[in-house]
């Protein structure tokens, strides 16, 4: 109970309540089995036993929920959590919307996706083949430039499908940063059909409890974020297209 209370409290959103949801269940099954060291405290096979069935149900069906929880709950608070992020940035101009994407990108993913650190690496350029780390937890990683090669990250960066694997499958040059943080990482493309803009990455300390929900959960906030970035980009093309149009002189050769 203790440790997923620990978890909880250094998670957020979606995965805070549900590590909230394990505590409360672990913490009522201890209630019914363990027996209370300090004197005058009635013992747990003391208690009524409609009370023990009542105490069991309460901690299985919390359990349920954290680990099974039902495709429509846990879609609604996915739901919420990407409405905000939504309404955050479409709330901006287009321009400000790509200048923010990699802080707006970084803290959606914390709030959706169990991590003990998370990082967004993004190009420079739309041309350039590396990435520079423009917002993390870590104020270390801050500026490190990534290679895409044959670890985890050129993986994903190739296919344009999230995946997830041990730290020690990243590159090289990256890995022996991401090893103090977590023995985990989780990393979805930020991608869209016509442009691949960087990668975004949950490091993990022990793994995740849930696998498939952190991948979808990354991969969505990863699209929406590249197409910030596509529109963003688009937009001083069309500017300059715009004024060269409307310019004669720009127009000759």
């Known amino acids: 109970s203790v440790?997923?209370?620990?978890?909880?409290?250094?998670?957020?959103?979606?995965?805070?309540?549900r590590l909230v949801l394990a505590a409360v269940g672990a913490f009522l099954f201890c209630t019914t089995y363990a027996t209370p060291a300090l004197p005058g405290v009635v013992k747990a096979s003391a208690l009524p036993g409609e009370f023990s069935v009542v105490l069991?149900?309460?901690?299985f069906g919390c359990f349920y929920l954290t680990f099974s929880m039902p495709r429509g709950l846990l879609s609604r608070w996915q739901r919420n959590e990407q409405a905000a992020y939504l309404t955050r940035v479409m709330d901006r101009d287009p321009e400000t919307r790509g200048t923010l994407a990699a802080q707006d990108l970084f803290e959606a993913?914390?709030?959706?996706?169990g991590s003990g650190a998370t990082f967004v690496a993004l190009k420079n350029q739309p041309d350039s083949t590396a990435f520079v780390v423009?917002?993390?937890?870590?104020?270390?990683?801050?500026?490190?430039?990534?290679?895409?090669?044959d670890g985890l990250f050129g993986q994903v960066s190739h296919s344009g499908?999230?995946?997830?694997?041990?730290?020690?499958s990243c590159e090289r040059d990256i890995a022996p940063r991401l090893e103090p943080l977590g023995s985990h990482v989780v990393v979805a493309p930020i991608a869209t059909s016509t442009s691949s803009w960087g990668v975004v990455t949950a490091v993990q300390r022990r793994g995740t409890?849930?696998?498939?929900?952190d991948l979808t959960s990354l991969s969505q906030l990863a699209r929406y974020a590249a197409a910030a970035l596509d529109?963003?980009?688009m937009v001083p093309e069309?500017?300059?297209?715009a004024r060269r149009a409307a310019d004669p002189r720009l127009r000759e050769p």
């Open 109 to 113: 993913v914390s709030r959706s996706v």
């Open 238 to 241: 069309r500017r300059d297209r």
């Open 161 to 168: 499908t999230a995946a997830m694997g041990p730290t020690t």
């Open 231 to 233: 529109h963003a980009h």
């Open 56 to 59: 069991n149900a309460l901690a």
């Open 134 to 149: 423009k917002a993390a937890k870590s104020q270390a990683l801050v500026g490190v430039t990534l290679t895409p090669g």
């Open 209 to 213: 409890l849930f696998p498939e929900d």
């Open 3 to 17: 440790s997923f209370g620990l978890e909880a409290h250094q998670a957020a959103g979606v995965v805070r309540r």
